[in-house]
Structures are given as C-alpha cells and as structure tokens.
C-alpha cells in the first residue's frame, strides 16, 4: 500500500503537513470537498475544478522497511568480508 506526504497545501487546510496519507485517503477527501484527482508516477495532484489550479501536493514515501532491509543485507555482507 503506497503511502504519501503532503509537500504543499497552497491555501487549502484540508491536509496536514505531519500526517502520512493513503491513495484512498487522499480520494475520499477530494471527493469530499468536490476537487479534482491528477495522479502521475509518485505524485497525486488536488486540483480545484473551475479553476483548474493546484490546491495540494502529494509525493510517495520510501517505505522504511525496504532501506532498514538494506542496511542489514549491507552489514552482514560487511562481516563476511572482514
């Protein structure tokens, strides 16, 4: 499951910048407040409908268990070689 962070609320105070958010999350509060949904790669975009500006920012978060996974494939490879 795809987490996001918000990186820009323009004027919109629906959001909050602390909390992490889900595509479903995002959706429903859009679908809320009547905006528009514009999803490219790792990034969903809010759009306000008549005017068609950017009313908040979403960017995908690195799962930590993917680096903290690296970090240890890292230091037991460093154990063998030493």
């Known amino acids: 499951m ?3 962070r918000l990186t820009d609320r323009k004027f919109s105070r629906l959001w909050r910048r602390s909390k992490d958010y889900s595509d479903h999350e995002i ?3 859009a679908r809320k407040r ?3 949904i514009s999803a490219h790669k790792q990034v969903i975009q809010v759009l ?3 005017s ?3 009313v908040a920012n979403f960017q995908e978060v690195a799962q930590a268990l993917e680096a903290d996974n690296r970090s240890e494939r890292s230091r037991l ?3 063998l070689h030493s």
């Open 77 to 79: 490879l460093g154990a």
């Open 52 to 54: 068609k500006k950017v």
């Open 34 to 36: 009547g905006l528009e």
């Open 48 to 50: 306000d409908p008549k």
């Open 27 to 29: 959706r429903y509060l």
């Open 2 to 4: 795809a987490v996001y």
